[in-house]
């Protein structure tokens, strides 16, 4: 039996654009959360404000990732209805684009060269090659959404790139810290000020627009049904 399951589950993942996007987005949970406590340790033991930040902010992120995902499980098995899930899934939005804002004053201490970064090049590299499969994985799934008219998988997929976003200005700031002192460092205050904050803006956009998408998802609901009770 458990056979039988694992090959239909696999089955289902390759044929399944939704249900292909809820395991991969459960996967993402895990490295997150991962991610997430390597820099609480950072910011706990150094003592790193942005460590800390940033630690906050991904788990967090993997709080809304499991709303929305739970919200989903829920409504497929019928425990919820579609009225609950959407206001879940409006609050999870709601919330996406209130920790982005909050973010620009982590990001500002980053910027500023006030996060001494206690790290080799091995974890460094080994960040850069995560944090690049991320993006790359999270830009190419950010276009296959279309495929799905479910509104949930569209957030999901919008959640996984802003997630990659925030990873990259993590990782463009920590090369710098390890690889440049002084006045070098100092000289790249502008270019890191200008990159940080175009992906915080780019962040904060998708934010922006998944929490407009699950308003509109819900009026046009809320429409369909008083129309069909006004035929009735």
């Known amino acids: 039996m458990n056979r039988d399951w694992i090959r239909d589950t696999v089955t289902r993942w390759r044929k399944d654009y939704d249900f292909r996007t809820l395991i991969n987005s459960g996967f993402s949970m895990l490295a997150t959360t991962v991610f997430a406590l390597y820099n609480g340790f950072l910011g706990i033991f150094h003592d790193l404000g942005w460590n800390s930040s940033i630690c906050v902010y991904y788990l967090i992120l993997v709080l809304i990732r499991a709303m929305v995902l739970l919200t989903e499980t829920r409504t497929e098995e019928g425990s919820w209805d579609a009225k609950k899930g959407q206001r879940i899934h409006i609050a999870a939005a709601a919330l996406l684009l209130f920790l982005n804002l909050c973010m620009i004053a982590p990001l500002a201490l980053m910027v500023k060269q006030d996060k001494p970064v206690h790290m080799t090049m091995i974890p460094a590299i080994a960040m850069a090659a995560y944090t ?3 993006i790359t994985l999270a830009s190419v799934n950010l276009k296959k959404k279309k495929r799905s008219e479910n509104p949930l998988v569209h957030f999901l997929r919008s ?32 270019l890191t000020a200008v990159t940080s904050g ?26 369909q049904k008083t129309g069909t009770k006004r035929m009735e």
Request: aromatic share 4%.
């Open 132 to 134: 690049t499969l991320k």
């Open 159 to 190: 959640i996984n790139f802003i997630d990659a976003l925030m990873s990259v200005a993590a990782l463009q700031n920590t090369l710098i810290m390890v690889n440049s002192t002084g006045e070098k460092a100092v000289s790249m205050i502008g």
């Open 198 to 223: 175009g992906m915080w803006l780019g962040a904060v956009t998708l934010a922006a627009f998944a929490l407009r998408r699950a308003c509109r998802q819900r009026s046009q609901d809320l429409e």
